[in-house]
T-cell receptor, first 115, second 111 residues
Framework: EAQVTQNPRYLITVTGKKLTVTCSQN?????MSWYRQDPGLGLRQIYY???????DKGDVPEGYKVSRKEKRNFPLILESPSPNQTSLYFC??????????????FGSGTRLTVV | TQLLEQSPQFLSIQEGENLTVYCNSS?????LQWYRQEPGEGPVLLVT?????EVKKLKRLTFQFGDARKDSSLHITAAQPGDTGLYLC???????????FGTGTRLQVTL
């Protein structure tokens, strides 16, 4: 089944403790992206990757890191989480955007709480 | 920054009613997508519209892209409880490597 898999689904952590949210897709998609979703603010892009070893900042990159060493994986790293990073996070992928966006496949989300 | 405004924000209707959700912007988009998101899950792509004036149908859902490619609408005929969810529009400006998402319309359909 074609899908984007995120882990974990739920995570409660303490301020300052480094964490990684994994994202993997099995569709050979070039483009991958991370979003956070907050009430009243909608979906906001954190980072995106056009292909392996190519990443760039989205609208809200502060406090986050990403890497794209393999085409299928795009982990999101919080080096020193803070309470304002409590949110619902989504990983998404798309075949390619060179000719335009034709649709994202989203993961099921990771609900992160930083206390 | 491109903005996509959706209206209404909330909509509660009874089964069998018709409804229209709007997605408006002052910017031109090369394509626009609609997603539906259910609680606890990621958004699921419903449709992508590309050509100004384009109309696409997906069973009881009708999507239209404005002639000027600045706005779009989603019309649901004879709504059912299974249509309940958060509807999101998202636009591709064609010049940046990202989609701009609207803030969503939360639809509840009751029996």
């Amino acid at each position: 089944e074609a899908q984007v898999t995120q882990n974990p689904r739920y995570l409660i952590t303490v301020t300052g403790k480094k964490l990684t949210v994994t994202c993997s897709q099995n569709m050979n998609h070039e483009y991958m992206s991370w979003y956070r979703q907050d009430p009243g603010l909608g979906l906001r892009q954190i980072y995106y990757s056009m292909n392996v070893e190519v990443t760039d900042k989205g609208d809200v990159p502060e406090g986050y890191k990403v890497s794209r060493k393999e085409k299928r994986n795009f982990p999101l790293i919080l080096e020193s989480p803070s309470p304002n990073q409590t949110s619902l996070y989504f990983c998404a992928s798309s075949l390619s955007i060179r000719t335009g966006f034709y649709g994202y496949t989203f993961g099921s989300g990771t609900r992160l709480t930083v206390v | 920054t491109q903005l996509l405004e959706q209206s209404p924000q909330f909509l509660s209707i009874q089964e069998g009613e018709n409804l229209t959700v709007y997605c408006n912007s002052s910017s031109v988009f090369s394509s626009l997508q609609w997603y539906r998101q259910e609680p606890g899950e990621g958004p699921v792509l419903l449709v992508t519209v590309v050509t100004g004036g384009e109309v696409k149908k997906l069973k009881r859902l009708t999507f239209q892209f404005g002639d000027a490619r600045k706005d779009s609408s989603l019309h649901i005929t004879a709504a059912q409880p299974g249509d309940t969810g958060l509807y999101l529009c998202a636009g591709d400006s064609g010049t940046a490597s990202k989609l701009t998402f609207g803030t969503g319309t939360r639809l509840q359909v009751t029996l």
